[in-house]
Structure formats: C-alpha cells, structure tokens
C-alpha cells in the first residue's frame, strides 16, 4: 500500500518570498513516481513537476523544484518567489510500480495562500 | 484541444436516486480515470480504463458505483441509490499510456451534493 503525508494544513506566505510545502511518502514499490498538482478554487488539478524514485538530480521546473531525500522519504515542494497567483490548495501524490492500480495516491493537501 | 471536459459542472439530487457523470478526455489519450475528492481530502482513485477495457474497478467505493467506456473516448460514471454521504467532488483524468512519469490532465470536475 501506498500512503502520502502532508503534515501542514495551511500556510500564510508573504509574496515574493520562498516556501517549502513538505510530503512524506511510504511504499513497499521498489520504484515509484512522486507528483506535486495545483488546484485552485476552480476545482482543476494542475501538473506541477515530476520525482522519478531514481533520478538522480532534484526536479525544477520554472520556480518549482523539489527536494527529494529518498532515505527519509521525503519529497518536498519549493517555490521560489510566491506570487499572489500561487495562492491554491497543493497536493503531493505518488504511483508506484506494483499492485496492478495505475491511479495515483494523493495526501491530504496543504491550502497555501499568498499574501501581498 | 480543449483539455478534459466533464458534465455537469454540478449536480444536486435527491436521496436515493441515481445520477450518471460524463467525462470527455483528452482525444489522443488512452487511459482514463476517475477520483472522488471529498471536503478537505485529496483525490481518492476509483477506477481506470485503458481504451475500453477497465482494467481496475476494485478500487469503486460499493457496488452502486460502476463506470464505463464503450468506445475507448468517452466515460460516465453512475452512483445509483445515491446517499448524502456520496456528496463529493468526482474528477476525471486522462493520459497517454506510458511509464511512471506519465502526467495525467484532470478536469474541472462535477460536484455532487446529495440532499
């Protein structure tokens, strides 16, 4: 089974600052795909950057990357210079390689607002 | 292209009656899944088809739920006997087929409310 920990329900951030947003993840998979999606008030879920389990390097895409600590099993989202449009809920998510199920299994989100 | 498209945007129905959702995914794509995302939770999966074929419904809440996809585009979903406790946001993501890195487009979702 897999499961995804996001241990910050909500988080006030001044624009143009740095923010961290965490996950933690548990899977028995030996290899497994780790997500950040977006999801404004619209109710769309956005793609935000990809974690394979063995690239080597830390994604980054644009003001996105993520710290990704394999032996904590962490796999963390950082956003460089918030804007008031990063303003949303955040969810960390994973697939694994095993099991049969293709969907993904998503943590419980941190709602991330930007204030000006 | 116009991204994953889902109908209706909501729906209120009364207990006990059934209510079926449509999804239109992307045309290129071959997988499609469904995910129920109730208040203050990330998406829950349900189900997924590859073309027409569903290749996992074990994950479907209860036997009231079913879903499909006759010709391999579009899908609905159907809760029959509908319960309050059904009241959710239901999305639906498309993909191309592929490995693990294979980024899914969801839709805006249809919100159910169940009164």
């Known amino acids: 089974a897999q499961k995804i920990t996001q241990t910050q329900p909500g988080m006030f951030v001044q624009e143009k600052e740095a923010v961290t947003l965490d996950c933690t993840y548990d899977?028995?998979?030996?290899?497994?795909?780790l997500f950040w999606y977006k999801q404004p008030s619209s109710g769309e879920m956005i793609f935000l950057i990809y974690q394979g389990s063995y690239d080597q390097q830390n994604a980054t895409e644009g003001r996105y990357s993520l710290n990704f600590q394999k032996a904590r099993k962490s796999a963390n989202l950082v956003i460089s210079a918030s804007q008031l449009g990063d303003s949303a809920m955040y969810f960390c998510a994973m697939r694994g390689s095993l099991g049969g199920a293709d969907g993904l299994t998503f943590g419980k989100g941190t709602h991330l607002i930007i204030q000006p | 292209d116009t991204g994953v498209s889902q109908n209706p945007r909501h729906k209120i129905t009364k207990r006990g009656q059934n209510v079926t959702f449509r999804c239109d995914p992307i045309?290129?794509?071959?997988?499609l899944y469904w995910y129920r995302q109730t208040l203050g939770q990330g998406p829950e999966f349900l189900t997924y088809f590859q073309n027409e074929a569903q290749l996992e419904k074990s994950r479907l809440l209860s036997d009231r739920f079913s879903a499909e996809r006759p010709k391999g585009s579009f899908s609905t979903l159907e809760i029959q006997r509908t319960e309050q406790g059904d009241s959710a946001m239901y999305l639906c993501?498309?993909?191309?087929?592929?490995?693990?890195?294979?980024?899914?487009?969801f839709g805006q979702g249809t919100r159910l409310t169940v009164v």
């Open positions: 045309s290129e794509h071959n997988r």
């Open positions: 993501a498309s993909s191309l087929m592929g490995g693990l890195n294979t980024e899914a487009f």
């Open positions: 899977t028995s998979d030996p290899s497994y795909g």
